[in-house]
């Protein structure tokens, strides 16, 4: 969910270091991988369809255009829908009417919309570029404690909302399942890596 950090702790909202991409600097990864002038792998070529990747480009500009607020706006949205969540954060204490001038909140909010839109920079890689980053970074979430792997689901229903809201009458049905084909990778991945790292350590 875009943390990485000490045990127990959800709020050090800095990318995990991988061959992809550096730490703190997500747009290293089209640069590495050149996705323009490479053939799409199979893989890649079936997550998502032409039509499905024109809507995800069109409708991310009207987001990235205040994308720390709407950040903002869909960690309160999974902390409304589960309220446990927000107890893996320093922040927790904080008051939910006070949470947008926290510094931290602010952080991991803007933190995790890069890794939105780190995936909007790479719709024609997702598997063989964005994919490793966010097994990476479901690696992360094994130390924090009281993380549950559902906690995933509840930020994929939550982003939708939010992303509904904003949109207004541009989230059609083609481009809400546009946003669901591309949140469900996201998240499939981030369990993906969450399931790994538990097995690794039961070893």
Known sequence: MG??????????????KTDHAPQD????VEDKNNRHSSPLTPTDANI???????IILSTW????KDQVLIGK??????FAYNPLVKSLFK???VPDDHLFEDPLFKAHASNFMQIVSEATRNLDTLET??????????????RFRGFDPQYFDVFFSSILIVIED??????????????KTLLQFIVDKLKEGYIKEKELMAE
């Open 3 to 16: 943390c990485s950090g000490s045990v127990g702790s959800a709020d050090s909202v800095t990318p995990p």
């Open 25 to 28: 600097n997500f747009t290293s």
């Open 48 to 54: 998502m369809t032409p039509e499905q990747k024109s």
């Open 61 to 64: 500009k009207v987001i990235e």
């Open 73 to 78: 706006k869909i960690f309160r949205q999974i």
């Open 91 to 93: 922040f927790r204490s």
């Open 129 to 142: 570029s964005y994919a490793p980053i966010l097994i990476n970074l479901g690696h992360t979430h094994v």
């Open 166 to 179: 904003v949109l207004g009458a541009k989230f059609t049905s083609v481009a809400r399942m546009a946003w």
